[in-house]
Each structure stands twice: as structure tokens, then as C-alpha cells.
């Protein structure tokens, strides 16, 4: 699969780790390839499935197995992620609901996880699974938050939480009321419901266009720098650092908006 193997060209080996692994019936395919609304990408289905049962798999080990006493070096560690997020969520959200801390740690740990398959060598899990396979073409991308489709997936979800905390919060006699009389007082009713219909839209697109685009471009930069062959090692190792900083970051960002975005839901203009 190396590009400097000969099996693939520059070009060629680019758009080979850009595509995912497609499953779609055979009424979708065009020239057998997967076209339309209901194509699935196993890789993106597969890969963040396996690391959501892995790490909440862990979490739920450790928690049972969690003593009053001295902790171990897994629960302290999961103690403290858990007292971090949990600390966010009480200097931001200042409503009341049992489901806003759990649904940030969810997805500060899963995103976090997703976006860490970028730090793995671009070429490595995708010739093991070739190599298993037996098919040495076989796409598979291993950063699921790499795919729009997943990281929309998510946004959207949150979409949806956030117009139930709007409905349990307010009620939706309240709900409404604050659609057409914000921020303009009912006389501009129209306007008000504009501005709430775009603003609400903004959300989950601006939410998942962040997350897949950073992680896209660092793992664009990652392939190209695979593609310097042994000029590469000076300059992967201190991306990688840098991307340690940029795959966290991005994982904060999506659970704070969250965060926020449940705070706007819960309180009253």
C-alpha cells in the first residue's frame, strides 16, 4: 500500500486513506461503488463502536472495583477526568438535571478516544488489516471523527437533547413563548422565530463542521508527511506532540459547547 512501494501513486495513496469502507445495498451502487442517502461506513461504525465498549467497558471495571481507601493508579486517573468535566459542568450549567455531567463525560472520553486513533501511524492498523483481510486494496479509515458523518451523528444528537431540556425545562407553552417574543417582543414575532430557526441550525452544524475539520487536517498532514519516506522522522514526532494538544482540544471544545448549549436550553431569556 506504500507509496513509495510502487502499489499506489501520490495521488492515489491519498485518496486510499480518504476513503472509508462502504456497505450499501445493491439498488445504492453506481459502477459498484456505494452512491446515495443509505450508504453505512463500516470502518466509522466498527472502529468507534469497539473504542466506546473498550473505554466505558474500563470505566465501568474500574468503578466496580473502586475502594474508599488509597486508589489505584486507574481510579485516580478515571476519578480525575471524571472531577474535571464534573467541575465544568457546575461552573457553566447552573440548571438542574441528572443528565447534563454524564452526557459531557460520554462525550469528552469518547471523542478524546476517537480523535487519539490519529496519534497511531497512518499506515500501520490499515496493513495489519490488510494483511488479515487478505485484500490489500481494502479502505479502512481508523479516526472515525475524521468522518462528517459520525461527528454530525453526534451534533445532532445533542440537537435533540437540548430541544428536550428546552421542552422539560419551559414547557411548550414557555418554549414557544420564548421562540416568538426573543429577542424582539412579540410584535416582531416572524423576526424572533428567523432568528431562533438559524441560530438553532448554527448549532449542530457549527459543532460537527469543527470537530471533523480539525481532525481531517491533521490527519491530511499526517499522510503527507508519510509520503517523505525517511525524511519523515523529524517531522512526525513533533506533529504528533502538537497533535496530542489539538485532538484534547478538540474534545474539550465539542463537551463545553455542549455544556453550554444545555445551559442556554435549561434557563429562560
Known amino acids: 500500500m506504500s507509496a513509495e512501494g510502487g502499489t499506489l501513486n501520490t495521488a492515489g495513496y491519498i485518496q ?8 450499501c445495498a445493491e439498488a ?33 471495571w474500574a468503578a466496580s472495583k473502586a475502594t474508599a481507601g488509597v486508589p ?3 481510579q485516580n486517573f478515571i476519578e480525575m477526568v471524571v472531577s474535571l468535566v ?11 438535571s441528572a443528565l447534563v455531567t454524564p452526557l459531557a463525560i460520554t462525550i469528552f472520553v469518547w471523542v478524546f478516544t476517537m480523535n487519539a486513533m490519529d496519534l497511531i501511524p497512518v499506515d500501520f492498523l490499515p496493513f495489519v488489516t490488510q494483511k488479515i483481510t487478505g485484500n490489500e486494496h481494502l479502505p479502512f479509515k481508523f479516526v472515525p471523527t475524521t468522518d462528517p458523518n459520525l461527528t454530525f451523528a453526534m451534533s445532532i444528537s445533542v440537537f435533540f437533547i437540548m430541544l428536550g431540556m428546552n421542552l422539560k425545562v419551559k414547557g411548550v407553552g414557555g418554549f414557544l413563548h420564548e421562540v416568538f417574543t426573543a429577542p424582539f417582543g412579540a410584535k416582531l414575532a416572524p423576526v424572533n422565530l428567523i432568528f431562533r430557526i438559524v441560530e438553532d441550525i448554527a448549532k449542530p ?13 491533521g490527519e491530511m498532514v499526517f499522510i503527507l508527511i508519510a509520503l517523505l519516506g525517511l ?12 497533535h496530542i494538544l489539538i485532538i484534547t482540544l478538540q474534545a474539550f471544545v465539542f463537551m463545553m459547547l455542549t ?7 435549561a434557563e429562560s431569556h
Not at 87 to 96: A, E, I, L, N, R
Request: with cysteine; net charge neutral.
Open 16 to 23: 486510499h486513506h480518504l476513503t472509508n469502507l462502504q456497505v
Open 28 to 60: 445504492a451502487k453506481v459502477d459498484g461503488h456505494c452512491t446515495g442517502f443509505w450508504t453505512f461506513h463500516l470502518d466509522t461504525l466498527l472502529v468507534s463502536g469497539v473504542l466506546g465498549l473498550l473505554v466505558f467497558g474500563l470505566m465501568a
Open 72 to 74: 489505584g493508579k486507574l
Open 86 to 96: 464534573d467541575q465544568q459542568v457546575k461552573d457553566t450549567f447552573h440548571g438542574k
Open 205 to 217: 452544524i457549527s459543532l460537527a463542521l469543527r470537530l471533523f475539520g480539525n481532525m481531517y487536517a
Open 231 to 242: 525524511y519523515q522522522l523529524p517531522l512526525a514526532l513533533p506533529w504528533e506532540l502538537f
Open 259 to 265: 455544556i453550554v448549549y444545555m445551559s442556554m436550553a
